[in-house]
């Protein structure tokens, strides 16, 4: 690790003919304009004193630059730019020298390539995850880096996003060296003097010609990685302009080539995928700070306990055994509790047959868990999570039982879905303790965990939830009590929306087809299919005495599951799936159904485009998410965006239900649920937080920063 420099964004200090160039910028170095100033002043400056012979490329603190400062994004851009500091450190007539230790991303790779001579620590991250925030290396990263590490290599980090280790960056040929040391200062004044021993003279990468010399080769990897971005790129904008960058660096003098680079990098910086990409980025490390994480220290977290070892409770033990903590599951019984067993092990089963696991990965995780039908196993626990049948009477019951053997401290959490949490913690003779942590199926995968603060919730308790999440590597979002928490209150509503529009006469498979044209990778049926039908049922049942009489109750889906048609484990649901197949197809019986239950209702279908199906979609799931904003269950539009991101597949490259909302513009939004007002006038009342920011000419974006 280097010394954090004494002043300045670029600190200079000689080392006898040595320039050290110290980029300094907490916390990771970006390239902001002051930095990018500093590298410009300070190359300059090398060129004009003849006693200096070389520049060193350093970073303080943990990294070499994550890159460019994405901050700057959208706003006017200021002096000089990146690519002209990239191309002057290149021209430098003395040999430049990068020393690169933690993360050298995006731009800051790019300052890296156009060095003449570059040295990696252990632990090194080299990347170029640009796509993921809807751009391409602006900065000659797609010139330089082909010209280094040739077309496939260079295209499969561009086009992945994905960091490569020190090892494999020098396999690829982006790095001269490897160190073994951890001082990058060190290991790089040793290299500079050695290059400057032999009488080592700058190397531009710009003239490197061996990496694409087979010609052949490296169009055929452009045209594969263009055909495979559009059978996968689902709309994304900026991998085929990652694609049209290395073409250009194939077919085009380097100085063109720059420019080519340019004009694209304008276009992706100019595009809402951009804007959506960058919001989620900031967004999901927004969340994360909840208030409580900075009132209260969390609780330690060393031994875990789980109960109910079903669906849920064999996916969070999972998650658990994953991060390297030991778990106790208990269930009912003994037989429960072999399946229980039986279900986390079939998860590890299958990562070995996919080659994802080996033998003694999973017996290492093994070794950790442990089952038992008695509540006393949980005694050492330092936070169990209940997840047992969604019902308030077993889980006030399983509260009283941990109440009883849970030492002092211990934090309670329930996985329940819809439950309300202050009942359950009134269980309990320490509701402080008590708190929900909503993990969503299957637990293991699935990143988002809502933390669900209950009226008496302890800060201490809550911050020990979201320490819980950093440590399962799951995004998490802070949430208040209601029915259905942030994500499945607003999803409740916008699947009515797509009910009543099947009723009114889309069908399934339209809706389906609208959804996934929006960018998510599964329409509504084909979730329920995938889900289970029969656990959307059971929930309707349950709720049939509370439901609210004058909302229209589509019973389509009821007259499915009456017939057993829970989707693809039965083999047919809204969809067809012949021989377990795992895609569905459209089936007529079910259209007919549909046609009778429209019968029944006494409604005449009418035609729906995929345009209206799209806007009444996302103008309910709006809608509904300005009430949870203002009631307080989120804290910010910004955390319904993340629970959407991460727990429902919503775009990323639209940056979540809100700021999608923002860039269509609320007055939008408002007056489309105007329009649909008269025909369901209970189902469609504009949110009053929505009319409020709307007619003010504000946007969800305004309360972000509140
Ligand atoms: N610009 C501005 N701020 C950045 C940043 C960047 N490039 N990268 C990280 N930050 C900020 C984060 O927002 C966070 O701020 P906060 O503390 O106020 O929330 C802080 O730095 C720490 O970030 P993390 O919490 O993510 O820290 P980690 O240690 O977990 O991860 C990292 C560090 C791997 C560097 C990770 O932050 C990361 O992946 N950053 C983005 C890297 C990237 O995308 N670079 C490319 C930028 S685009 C570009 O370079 C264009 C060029 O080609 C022209
Ligand atoms: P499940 O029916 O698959 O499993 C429940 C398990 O709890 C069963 O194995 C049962 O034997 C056990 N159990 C019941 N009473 C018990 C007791 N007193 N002590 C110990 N074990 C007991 O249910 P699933 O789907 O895992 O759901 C569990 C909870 O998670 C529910 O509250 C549900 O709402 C919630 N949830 C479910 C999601 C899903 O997609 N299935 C998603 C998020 C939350």
């Known amino acids: 690790m280097a010394e954090r420099a004494p002043h300045g964004a670029v600190a200079s200090q000689r080392h006898d003919g040595i ?31 003849a006693s200096v012979q070389a520049v060193l490329l350093v970073g303080a603190g943990r990294n070499f630059i994550a890159g460019a400062d994405i901050r700057e994004f959208g706003k006017p851009p200021q002096p000089p730019a990146l690519p002209d500091v990239c191309n002057a450190i290149e021209a430098s007539a003395k040999p430049v020298v990068a020393a690169l230790h933690g993360a050298a991303l995006g731009g800051g790779l790019e300052i890296a390539l156009a060095a003449h001579y570059r040295i990696a620590l252990p632990g090194a991250r080299l990347g170029l995850p640009e796509v993921n925030l809807g751009l391409l ?41 490897l160190d073994s040391g951890a001082d990058a200062l060190a290991a790089g004044l040793a290299y500079a003097r050695e290059l400057l021993a032999q009488g080592a003279a700058p190397r531009r990468t710009r003239d490197a010609t061996a990496a694409l010399a087979d010609r052949a080769a490296a169009q055929a990897a452009i045209d594969a990685a263009r055909a495979q971005v559009e059978a996968r790129a689902r709309g994304l904008f900026s991998p085929a302009k990652i694609i049209d960058a290395v073409q250009a660096a194939l077919d085009q003098p380097f100085d063109a080539g720059l ?53 849920m409770g064999a996916g969070i033990a999972v998650a658990m055994l994953d ?36 033998a003694a990965g999973k017996a290492e995780r093994m070794a950790r868990y442990r089952g038992a039908t008695s509540y006393d196993a949980l005694a050492d626990a330092d936070l169990i999570v209940e997840a047992v049948f969604e019902d308030m ?127 998510y990778p599964m329409g509504p049926y084909q979730m329920t299919d995938l889900a289970g039908g029969d656990i959307g049922w059971a929930t309707r049942k349950r709720r049939a005495a509370t439901r609210d009489p004058q909302l229209r109750y589509v019973q389509i889906a009821d007259r499915l599951c009456e017939r057993g048609w829970f989707g693809q484990k039965t083999g047919r649901g809204f969809y067809l799936y012949p021989d377990g197949a795992r895609t569905g197809t459209p089936d007529p019986e079910v259209l007919a159904i549909i046609d009778a239950e429209r019968q029944r209702a006494g409604i005449t279908p009418r035609a729906f485009d995929q345009e209206e199906i799209q806007r009444r979609y996302l103008a309910a799931m709006i809608n509904e998410a300005a009430n ?79």
């Open 19 to 49: 320039l050290v160039l110290t980029i300094d910028n907490p916390p990771v170095n970006a390239l902001s304009a002051d930095v990018r100033r500093g590298l410009a002043d300070a190359i300059q400056a090398a060129q004009d004193d």
């Open 137 to 177: 290396p602006g900065a000659g990263g797609t010139q330089r880096a082909p010209r280094l590490a040739g077309a496939a290599a260079a295209l499969d980090l561009m086009l992945s996003g994905r960091h490569a280790s020190a090892e494999e960056a020098l396999s690829l040929g982006l790095v001269d060296r």
């Open 259 to 311: 420019r080519t680079e340019r004009a694209l990098f304008l276009q992706c910086l100019d595009s809402p995928q951009r804007a959506g990409l960058v919001h989620a980025f900031f967004a999901e490390r927004e969340t994360a700070k909840a208030p409580e994480t900075r009132a209260a220290q969390p609780r330690p977290l060393e031994r875990l306990g789980v109960v109910g070892g079903g669906t």
């Open 323 to 358: 991060a390297g903590l030991p778990v106790v599951m208990v269930e009912q019984d003994d037989a429960a509790l072999a399946r229980g067993r039986a279900r986390v092990e079939q998860v590890y089963d299958l990562l070995i047959k996919k080659g994802r696991l080996d």
């Open 393 to 519: 009477d077993v889980k006030t019951a399983v509260f009283a039982a941990l109440d009883r053997v849970a030492k002092p401290g211990a934090v309670l959490a329930s996985n329940t879905s819809y439950l309300d949490i202050d009942r359950i913690a009134a269980a309990t003779r320490r509701p402080a303790d008590v708190l929900g942590l909503h993990f969503f199926s299957p637990a293991n995968i699935m990143k988002l965990l809502e933390v669900v603060v209950g009226g008496r919730s302890a800060p201490d308790t809550v911050a020990t939830g979201f320490e819980l999440a950093r440590r399962l590597r799951k995004v998490p979002v802070r949430a208040g009590v209601c029915d259905g928490f942030i994500a499945n209150r607003i999803l409740a509503v916008h699947r009515q929306a797509a009910e009543l529009m099947m009723e009114d006469g889309a069908s399934p498979y339209q809706i389906d087809d609208a959804v996934r044209a929006f960018g």
């Open 628 to 706: 949870v904003v203002r009631e307080g269950i989120a804290l910010r539009p910004l955390d319904v965006d993340v629970a959407f991101l991460y727990g429902y597949g919503f775009p990323r490259h639209r940056g979540g239900p809100m700021h999608y909302a923002d860039q269509v513009g609320l007055p939008r939004i408002l007056a489309d649920i105007r329009e649909f007002a008269p025909q369901d006038p209970h189902f469609w009342k504009p949110a009053p937080l929505l009319v409020e920011l709307a007619e003010s000419g504000r946007t969800f974006a305004s309360l972000n920063h509140a």
